[in-house]
């Protein structure tokens, strides 16, 4: 589990990728932890969650506010694979006041 995520009733799950590896937390409810969980490891650094239309209702919106974290809120599909929203991005992270402590969540599936 990621570090610092006590209590968790499910094994570990290591990602091994050629970019390097992840952690992956697989539970029920676990929506409800992950806001609470970034806030602790942000430990008072700013946070910043992206998500698409479709994750914002189901987890991102939810993540933020328990995170304490602005929300940027993308639309949905290949379109949004652009230099234009990689820009509202960094304009997004660079008006919250983003710096190297901050952390930025990536809610989401293809696109986010």
């Known amino acids: 589990m990621p570090r610092g995520w006590a209590g968790s009733r499910v ?7 050629s ?12 929506v409800a932890r ?7 490891q942000a430990r008072g650094s700013r946070v910043l ?5 479709n994750t914002a209702e ?4 939810r993540i933020a506010v328990e995170a ?3 929300v940027l809120e993308l639309d949905t599909g290949e379109k949004v694979k652009s230099f234009e929203h990689l820009q509202a991005v960094c ?5 919250a006041g ?10 989401g599936g293809g696109v986010v």
């Not at 094994?11 to 990728?17: G, Y």
């Not at 970019?19 to 676990?30: A, H, K, L, N």
């Open 11 to 17: 094994p570990e799950l290591r990602v091994e990728a």
């Open 19 to 30: 970019t390097g590896s992840y952690e992956v937390v697989i539970e029920p409810g676990v």
């Open 34 to 40: 992950v806001g609470e969980w970034v806030r602790e």
């Open 49 to 53: 969650v992206v998500c698409d239309h």
């Open 58 to 61: 189901v987890a991102g919106s």
């Open 68 to 70: 304490g974290a602005q």
């Open 91 to 95: 304009d997004t992270a660079a008006a």
């Open 98 to 107: 983003l710096d190297r402590q901050s952390i930025i969540v990536a809610v």
